[in-house]
Structure formats: structure tokens, C-alpha cells
């Protein structure tokens, strides 16, 4: 099983929409699929239907009380999509660095209960909260590799630097080096900022930063309005091409690392 986890410390780069089209063109591959909310804001679990807040389980259970593979399995939820399941958020989660306090040990507890299900799936992606606490933290230390989305224009530079500095200070309590890729996201050739940004990412994060780019693709927002995965809901839009030339990438990269 490959965890993937889907992390920057700013908000509208495209986390989410990197989740779901790479989720959803795995699963048109065949292959078993976890999407994993860690987000109070639950936007991954709403966009497949799932109105967390109704739900008796979540992943709000699993850093309250102790989980075997069965409790964590009631937890998910099936989407319409055969090969997709759903760990899904709730607003719960927003006062989980409250109480847990200093608790110890809590760093770890998403990569013990996903390794119970290492047999179920065979990738898993985690979608992250903009705020570094106890879920980003949960969620970067189960990861196989960092996926970073920086969408392209100026003020997306300095979450970017905020991000690799967390990466850094985590790094001391990691018996291996954090594996991460740059994911340039709404690209747009015809404004000076974007190709600026890209040249500078290219310039600043040489050797982390994926090659291509991902254009802005208002098809994004319509799959979205009409709960479809983005490569069911026009799979050759150039938003999901670009999509599956970064998935060939990330899984070469996964098979040779």
C-alpha cells in the first residue's frame, strides 16, 4: 500500500482537486482507493455526497479511543465509485489540538490505523488542512511522499517556504528523509505571474518541483458542481491530462525510490 499525503500551508493551491482527479485516475486503473479527510472544513468528504456531520464514525474517532481494523472499516464510506472509499472529516476535528493538549504519542496515530488497512487498499491519499497541528503532522508522518501543490502566482511562495520549513524541523524525528514533489497548479501561460512563479520554484526547489504543470481547467469546478471525479466528468480536458502525466511521475518516482 502507497500513502501519498496532499499538504501546503495555504489554502486554494488545488489540495483537494489534486486528491480527487489523482484518486480517480488510479481508480480507473483498477486500483483500490483511500481518500482520507483530514480537513474540519470537510470539503473532500462533501464533494462525493457525504454529509459527515450525520455520520455515527469518523476520523475523529481514531484520536479518541483505541481503533481495531473493524471499528476503523465502519468508519469509511463507499462512494458511487467502486474503487473509492472515504475516511471522511468533521468539524470535530478543528478542536483536536485542544484536547488532545500534550498528549503523548498522538504523531503517529493515522500511520498505525492505515497500516491496519494495508491490505484493503493500495494507495491511500491524505488530504491536509492549510494549519500545521496534530492532523498535518498525523498526515506527513504516514506518508511514503509528499505531494505540495503551489498554485502559480507570488503570494503561493511564501506557504511554499512555510511548508519546506516544517518538513525540515519534522525531519529530526524521521528515520528516513521525507520524500516530496512540487506540484505547480493553476498555471495560466498568458500572465507574466505564473511564469514567473514556475521559473522561480524551478530556480529555488530544483530537483523537488514536478516538470510539468497544472493549467486552469474550469472543468475542475464543474465536475465538482456535479459530484463527478474530474476524470469521469471529461476525462480529456487538459486539467486531467496534465493530472495523469503527474501520476506516471509520482509512481516511476515511487518505483525507483
Same mark, same amino acid.
Given at each position: 500500500?502507497?500513502?501519498? !499525503?496532499?499538504?501546503? #500551508?495555504?489554502?486554494?493551491?488545488?489540495?483537494?482537486?489534486?486528491?480527487?482527479?489523482?484518486? +480517480?485516475?488510479?481508480?480507473?486503473?483498477?486500483?483500490?482507493?483511500?481518500?482520507?479527510?483530514? =480537513?474540519?472544513?470537510?470539503?473532500?468528504?462533501?464533494?462525493?455526497?457525504?454529509?459527515?456531520? @450525520?455520520? =455515527?464514525?469518523?476520523?475523529?474517532?481514531? /484520536?479518541?479511543?483505541?481503533?481495531?481494523?473493524?471499528?476503523?472499516? #465502519?468508519?469509511?464510506?463507499?462512494?458511487?465509485?467502486?474503487?473509492? =472509499?472515504?475516511?471522511?472529516?468533521?468539524? +470535530?476535528?478543528? !478542536?483536536?489540538?485542544?484536547?488532545?493538549?500534550?498528549?503523548?504519542?498522538?504523531?503517529?496515530?493515522?500511520?498505525?490505523?492505515?497500516?491496519?488497512? *494495508? %491490505?484493503?487498499?493500495?494507495?491511500?491519499?491524505?488530504?491536509?488542512?492549510?494549519?500545521?497541528?496534530?492532523?498535518?503532522?498525523?498526515?506527513?508522518? *504516514?506518508?511514503?511522499?509528499?505531494?505540495?501543490?503551489?498554485?502559480?502566482? /507570488?503570494?503561493?511562495?511564501? +506557504?511554499?517556504?512555510?511548508?519546506?520549513?516544517?518538513?525540515?524541523?519534522?525531519?529530526? @524525528?524521521? *528515520?528516513?528523509?521525507?520524500?516530496? !514533489?512540487?506540484?505547480?497548479?493553476?498555471?495560466?501561460?498568458?500572465?507574466?505571474?505564473?511564469?514567473?512563479?514556475?521559473?522561480?520554484? #524551478? %530556480?529555488?526547489?530544483?530537483?523537488?518541483?514536478?516538470? +510539468?504543470?497544472?493549467?486552469?481547467?474550469?472543468?475542475?469546478?464543474?465536475?465538482?458542481? *456535479?459530484?463527478?471525479?474530474?476524470?469521469?466528468?471529461?476525462?480529456?480536458?487538459?486539467?486531467?491530462?496534465?493530472?495523469?502525466?503527474?501520476?506516471?511521475?509520482?509512481?516511476?518516482?515511487?518505483? !525507483?525510490?
Amino acid at each position: 500500500m502507497v500513502v501519498w !499525503t496532499i499538504a501546503n #500551508q495555504k489554502g486554494g493551491v488545488g489540495k483537494t482537486t489534486t486528491t480527487i482527479t489523482l484518486g +480517480g485516475i488510479l481508480a480507473d486503473q483498477g486500483f483500490r482507493v483511500l481518500l482520507v479527510d483530514t =480537513d474540519p472544513h470537510a470539503s473532500l468528504s462533501y464533494y462525493f455526497g457525504i454529509e459527515s456531520e @450525520e455520520l =455515527d464514525l469518523s476520523i475523529y474517532n481514531l /484520536f479518541m479511543e483505541t481503533s481495531t481494523k473493524e471499528q476503523i472499516l #465502519q468508519s469509511l464510506c463507499p462512494t458511487k465509485y467502486s474503487h473509492i =472509499d472515504i475516511l471522511p472529516a468533521t468539524m +470535530g476535528l478543528a !478542536t483536536l489540538d485542544r484536547a488532545l493538549g500534550n498528549k503523548g504519542g498522538m504523531g503517529l496515530v493515522l500511520k498505525k490505523a492505515l497500516k491496519l488497512l *494495508a %491490505d484493503e487498499y493500495d494507495y491511500v491519499l491524505i488530504d491536509c488542512p492549510p494549519v500545521l497541528g496534530v492532523l498535518m503532522v498525523n498526515a506527513l508522518a *504516514a506518508s511514503d511522499r509528499i505531494i505540495v501543490p503551489v498554485q502559480t502566482e /507570488f503570494l503561493a511562495l511564501k +506557504g511554499l517556504e512555510r511548508m519546506v520549513n516544517t518538513l525540515d524541523i519534522m525531519q529530526g @524525528e524521521q *528515520a528516513e528523509p521525507f520524500k516530496y !514533489t512540487i506540484v505547480p497548479t493553476m498555471f495560466d501561460k498568458r500572465t507574466k505571474a505564473s511564469l514567473i512563479t514556475y521559473r522561480k520554484l #524551478q %530556480d529555488v526547489y530544483f530537483g523537488n518541483v514536478w516538470s +510539468g504543470v497544472i493549467p486552469i481547467d474550469t472543468n475542475f469546478r464543474n465536475a465538482s458542481q *456535479a459530484q463527478k471525479l474530474p476524470s469521469d466528468f471529461l476525462r480529456s480536458s487538459r486539467g486531467v491530462v496534465a493530472y495523469k502525466k503527474l501520476l506516471h511521475s509520482l509512481i516511476n518516482a515511487q518505483q !525507483t525510490s
